[in-house]
């Protein structure tokens, strides 16, 4: 969970990391003329100016970013507001001995976290790539342009927003989309109010609002194909279809293989903003994740300790997933982000 | 060579057919709420689609702006887009301008500094804590401070600086320009199309920022339009929405679906207008940044 304004990163940061890490070992100094090196000294000095330009920035990341890790410890502790982060007496694993043997409520929400996400991942992840591939079968260009500016909207507008819009769309009396199941019978359904469905309205709703905007990544992708694969696979006779099958989709293949390996680094993330603005008491059962048991326990009923435990734990799984799924992007040959 | 077989004009059909309807269900759901802002109270629950209004009201239009809150979050949501967009471009540059040049000492360490705050974070409560002790609760920085760099912007704008050439900056050097200097005339002005781009993601994230608010403030005063959106539509605070309504028990010129359906389209309305003007922007700038590798 990053604050709702950060939570809006973009894309997943492929490249632009791998890019800096490549930069930097460029720089190492090549041999040559070099006899002696400079003191440290001597070259901050010598740098000066530039330096103190990234004091501002340091500061930030120093105060902001790394000033919390600080509190991690309290993950460990018994925290009491009179004796502030450090006085609080120690307490060893005893937080998350309470998590995994205490109730049967971490083990839920963490279960809770993981369907979400591999529901976000089987469904959610093909669609962009399914509707990359539709778009650059399109010949109209006006069309095109037209379709995916439109297909990209939603991405811009916040939860908020779309569970407003949601409510009014999927309401069981007067929403348009129970209107129109009614006209085949259906009885009305309470895709937000029913466990049974919010985790496929929770599904269907995070691929309205990001397939457009995923596609953009599979798009450029696409375009970078060699046309001559296509002149040759064209004088031996293959049809669109073939050619998708044989040529596109293995052109594409590794850029596929990236993403997928980075959104399953991302699988402690089941949708912080979406959830808490879409679910209510009624499915909190099957809604219930990580982030909002943070929240709503530890700012909620004051429960710091508990709930840097259970921020920590996430954190520390979210990490070695990502260094995990780097290693395997690594392992096959691709580019990996660090 | 472009003559196409029966088959592939079938598919084209098809095909066409198929993104047009994605694109109606994409855009049905605005269409629905204006209609509904603007329908009388029996009309907005009308079941079935609508399209347009079929009795026009402007009643829950008249209440949405007659109420003080709403443009209380407007006028704060303004101030942390454009101020936090202001500090942040600056914040952002002045960091990623030392980052990007070679000759910049221990490098690879500072890079690593910054870049390892991608992966791995307090968490919330640590983070919270922070807030509380440092003195920001309850105080307008809140919003701007604490996401003065997002680093995958700072990352972006390096790699935009790291492609300018040294040559450009050379010559200001030996006229005796410092590298703040040169940054601020040289470097500045020929990265007009990056900063507009770091900047409007800027703006769209202050615009849309919901979370900050909650945990950190509790002054009416100083809350944002999406914080008064979730107070309204989200938690369904019925105090919010009758003193929005206004209207004396029995009479009915507005319901709480078209007061929510008016102001969601008042705060989203601003996006809606100019997102066909700068949705290019956008696009560039994930392209920028991802083609890079």
Known sequence: MSFGISAHNPSGGKGVIQHAMEQV?????????????????????????????????????????????????????????????????????????????????????????????????????????????????????????????????????????????????????????????????????????????????????????????????????????????????????????????????????????????????????????????????????????????????????????????????????????????????????????? | MNLMTRGERVFQVFLVLFITLMCAAMLYPFVHLLSVSLSTPAEAIRPGPHLYPLEFSLEAYRKTFEYGLIWIGYRNTLIRAAGGTFIALFMIALTAYPLSKRYLPHRSFYTLFIVFTMFFSGGLIPTYMLIKNIGLMDSMWVYILPVMIPTFSLLIMRNFFMEIPDELEDSAKIDGAGDFRSFVSIVLPLSKPILATVGLWQVVNHWNAWFDAMLYIQDPGKIVLQMFLRKLIVSNEAQELNAMMNQAPGVEIVTPETIKAAALMVSTLPILVVYPFIQKYFVKGILVGSLKG
Do not use: C
């Open chain 1, 25 to 338: 070992a460029k720089q190492t100094p090549q041999g040559g003329l070099v006899m002696r090196k400079p003191s440290v000294w001597r070259t901050y000095r010598k740098h000066r100016g530039i330096l103190l330009m990234l004091v501002p920035g340091l500061l930030f990341y120093v105060i902001f970013h790394y000033a919390p890790l600080y509190g991690i410890q309290l993950a460990f502790k018994d925290f009491r507001i009179m004796d502030g982060i450090s006085g609080s007496p120690w307490v060893g694993f005893d937080h998350f001995r309470t998590l995994f043997y205490g109730s049967d409520q971490f083990p839920l929400i963490l279960r809770n976290t993981l369907i979400i996400s591999f529901l976000h991942i089987i469904f959610g992840f093909p669609a962009p790539i399914a509707l990359a591939l539709l778009f650059n079968e399109i010949r109209s260009k006006l069309f095109k342009r037209i379709t995916q500016s439109i297909s990209y909207l939603p991405h811009f507008l916040s939860w908020v927003v779309l569970a407003g819009l949601l409510t009014t769309i999927l309401s069981p009396s007067e929403g348009i989309l129970n209107y129109l199941l009614g006209l085949f019978g259906v009885e009305p359904i309470y895709f937000m109010g029913d466990p049974h469905y919010f985790r496929f309205t929770l599904v269907v709703s995070g691929i309205w609002k990001e397939i457009g905007w995923g596609t953009i990544v599979y798009l450029a992708a696409l375009a970078s194909v060699d046309p001559h694969l296509y002149e040759a696979g064209i004088v031996d006779g293959a049809s669109r279809w073939k050619q998708t099958l044989h040529i596109t989709i293995p052109s594409i293949l590794p850029v596929i293989a990236v993403m997928l390996l980075l959104r399953i680094g991302g699988i402690m993330e089941a949708g912080f903003d979406q959830i808490f603005n879409l679910s209510n008491a009624a499915v909190s059962n099957v809604a219930d994740i990580l982030d909002t048991y943070v929240y709503r326990v530890g700012i909620g009923q004051f429960q710091y300790g508990l709930t840097t435990a259970v921020g920590l734990f996430k954190n520390v799984v979210g990490f070695l997933m990502l260094i995990l799924a780097n290693y395997a992007v690594k392992k096959m040959g691709q580019e990996g982000i660090f």
